[in-house]
């Protein structure tokens, strides 16, 4: 489980590389670093679901993001963007 305050790398992973997938954490937030906000609980594998298989109870997190490390220009540079993230694609990271 991974502690709320934690900061976190999104894996960087891409159906062009790995071939045929069901891939549920957005694009513009791989390879990116954000920082754990709370556990949400556990639940089936969605990206297991997708193609009918046994998906196993994953921990998913909500983790934030600030807007000015995902997008350069326009908008506040104190926005947040937060999204809900299952634990296998996050990796701790030195603060």
Same mark, same amino acid.
């Given at each position: 489980?991974?502690?709320?305050?934690?900061?976190?790398?999104?894996?960087?992973?891409?159906? $062009?590389?790995?071939?045929?997938?069901?891939?549920?954490?957005?694009?513009?937030?791989?390879? $990116?670093?954000?920082?754990?906000?709370?556990?949400?609980?556990?639940?089936?594998?969605?990206?297991?679901?997708?193609?009918?298989?046994?998906?196993?109870?994953?921990?998913?997190?909500?983790?934030?993001?600030?807007?000015?490390?995902?997008?350069?220009?326009?908008?506040?540079?104190?926005?947040?963007?937060?999204? $809900?993230?299952?634990?296998?694609?996050?990796? $701790?990271?030195?603060?």
């Amino acid at each position: 489980m991974i502690a709320p305050g934690t900061r976190v790398r999104v894996r960087d992973d891409w159906p $062009e590389t790995r071939g045929p997938c069901h891939i549920r954490t957005p694009h513009y937030v791989r390879g $990116e670093r954000g920082t754990v906000l709370r556990h949400l609980g556990d639940f089936a594998n969605p990206e297991d679901l997708a193609f009918g298989r046994a998906a196993p109870r994953l921990p998913l997190y909500h983790v934030r993001f600030a807007r000015s490390d995902l997008w350069d220009g326009g908008g506040p540079a104190a926005d947040d963007i937060l999204i $809900e993230i299952f634990e296998p694609w996050l990796d $701790e990271v030195a603060a």
